[in-house]
């Protein structure tokens, strides 16, 4: 078992950065590959990204490549979303998520989610 809290969104300019953290409670966090999803108002969940378990390999939806980094410290058992270049289409809350797989877009290939955080990018 795996419970995840994420933290650090907020309102921000477009073309600001924030840095969300995932926090995961367990001795396992190592096993599992981490992933970002978000949900904006009035629309489906999407993946955002997702980084393997030895921070070896990440990947990322087309819309946030190049200004998005997910990066990990499995000794501080905390997975990071580093956004950078905010647009307002990137208002949602974040979800960070853990799979045993690597590499899957889909949600039900995740087996632990956290409560979200809100990021507010305003024009």
């Known amino acids: 078992q795996v419970q995840l809290v994420e933290s650090g969104g907020g309102l921000v300019q477009a073309g600001g950065s924030l840095r969300l953290s995932c926090a995961a409670s367990g001795r396992t966090f190592g096993a599992y590959a981490m992933g970002w999803f978000r949900q904006a108002p009035g629309k489906d969940r999407e993946f955002v990204g997702v980084i393997s378990q030895s921070s070896g390999r990440t990947s990322y939806a087309d819309s946030v490549k190049g200004r998005f980094t997910i990066s990990r410290d499995n000794a501080k058992n905390t997975v990071y979303l580093q956004m950078n270049s905010l647009k307002p289409e990137d208002t949602a809350v974040y979800y960070c998520?853990?799979?045993?797989?690597?590499?899957?877009?889909?949600?039900?290939?995740?087996?632990?989610w956290g409560q979200g955080t809100q990021v507010t990018v305003s024009s």
């Open positions: 998520a853990a799979s045993w797989v690597y590499g899957s877009s889909r949600e039900r290939e995740y087996a632990y």
